[in-house]
């Protein structure tokens, strides 16, 4: 997403021996942890919380373009399909609902198998605004 941005070394707290060395990105303004096993022995501490930062403001030319696109899920190279995981969060909220009811002792305001087919069938004889359509065509 960054198009290979150069990242720059910071770290996670001011004190040494806390954390090792992160990266930054300036283009997504987020955090990554290092691949190669080098940079798992640098501490964090040498470059600080605030060295980006720094660096930026004594060098604006160096802040870097702000990418519009949006990161796009995807498995196996497919994107992800937005109703799959708008489903998957109306799920999970559901699923959080019906625990917090059980907490307080409404464990069956909900029933697990419900059947939405039960209680749906029409009646064709209360239509609302058809009154009266039997007398015309009789006619």
């Known amino acids: 997403m960054c198009q290979s941005h ?12 806390v954390q090792s060395v992160k990266l930054y990105c ?8 290092p691949k190669s096993s080098r940079h798992a022995n640098i501490d964090g501490a ?5 060295f980006q930062n720094i660096l930026f403001q004594v060098y604006p030319v160096l802040i870097p ?13 497919f994107k992800v399909h937005a109703a799959a995981a708008l489903e998957r969060w109306q799920s999970a909220k559901r699923e959080e609902m019906q625990g917090r009811l059980r907490e307080i002792g409404l464990d069956k305001a909900f029933r697990e198998d419900l059947d939405l087919k039960e ?19 009789a006619e």
């Open 6 to 17: 150069p990242l720059l070394p910071t770290g996670m707290a001011d004190n040494p021996n």
């Open 26 to 33: 300036g283009k997504c303004e987020d955090l990554y942890n």
């Open 46 to 50: 040498y470059f600080g919380t605030s």
């Open 65 to 77: 373009e702000k990418t519009v696109e949006r990161y796009q899920p995807r498995i196996f190279g």
């Open 119 to 137: 209680g749906m069938e029409e009646d064709d004889d209360d239509v609302v605004g058809m009154e009266g359509a039997d007398e015309v065509q």
